[in-house]
């Protein structure tokens, strides 16, 4: 039987040694239980644990119990991120934003192939702040909820854009300005502008290095942003990245 490919995003102990695993793939979110997935020496160990790129087989539960997983083969265990405590944060809150609000995604096709690309860029990136920013950043549109960053958001003119209005979530022009509460202006306003609008398959290291530092005023934006417009906080990010980063 053909495998289905998904990335373990969440791996929780269940009973004496078995564990429920939460899994992303191109048809949806999968919840299923892995027996004796939490023992050493058990054949599901290695398929079982968080942040890894599975083939698997999953048997539909005919009561009212946990999906099984029958069948589960390794196919990346992203092991340069896991050895790299940096990359590891940026990897958990990107994994911890996917796990919480993935409901709100129709589009698991490309979830699953963004995810897995920003992965697969994370373990040879120099730059792992700049990918979890990216992430949070396009999956945004994904979430249905993306910034205007191109036009005036009130009015669809394309110049003089003055600043973003934060409770419109987008750009506002000269002749659209009133009593905005909360703006973003300023060089940084641009950088973000810059990573949502560009491909992810065309971003590198070298793009990258090329960008003013300006990762602390962009995640300010989009804790403000995911906790506004989406009511999410990142537990990761505040405790993980407070200690870490
Ligand atoms: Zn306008």
Redesign the pocket.
């Known amino acids: 039987m053909e495998l289905e490919e998904g990335i373990v995003i969440k791996a929780n102990k269940y009973l004496e040694n078995s564990k429920i695993l939460t899994i992303i793939s191109a048809k949806g979110t999968h919840t299923c239980l892995a027996r004796a997935s939490s023992k050493l020496r058990s054949k599901n160990y290695s398929y079982s644990q968080i942040l890894t790129k599975i083939g698997f087989n999953i048997s539909k539960s005919k009561r009212n119990s946990f999906d099984i997983l029958t069948t589960g083969t390794v196919v990346n265990t992203y092991i340069k991120i896991k050895e790299n405590t940096s990359k590891l944060a940026s990897a958990l809150v990107i994994l911890d934003i996917t796990y919480h609000l993935n409901d709100h995604i129709d589009d698991f096709s490309t979830l699953f192939s963004f995810l897995d690309l920003v992965l697969t860029k994370l373990e040879s990136t120099k730059y792992e702040h700049y990918y979890e920013i990216i992430f949070r950043l396009k999956l945004l549109f994904l979430l249905g909820v993306g910034p205007t960053f191109s036009k005036?958001?009130?009015?669809?003119?394309k110049e003089d854009l003055m600043f973003f209005d934060f409770y419109s979530g987008g750009m506002?022009?000269?002749?659209?300005t009133g009593d905005e509460k909360k703006i973003y202006r300023g060089d940084y306003v641009r950088t973000l502008q810059t990573l949502y609008n560009i491909k992810i398959e065309q971003i590198n290291d070298e793009l990258l290095a090329q960008l003013p530092n300006h990762t602390a005023m962009i995640n300010e934006f989009l804790d403000a942003y995911y906790e506004y417009f989406l009511g999410y906080v990142s537990s990761a990010r505040s405790i993980l990245g407070k200690i870490i980063k």
Do not use: D, L, N, R
């Not at 506002?172 to 659209?176: Q, S, Y």
């Open positions: 005036c958001i009130a009015c669809g003119k506002k022009c000269k002749e659209c």
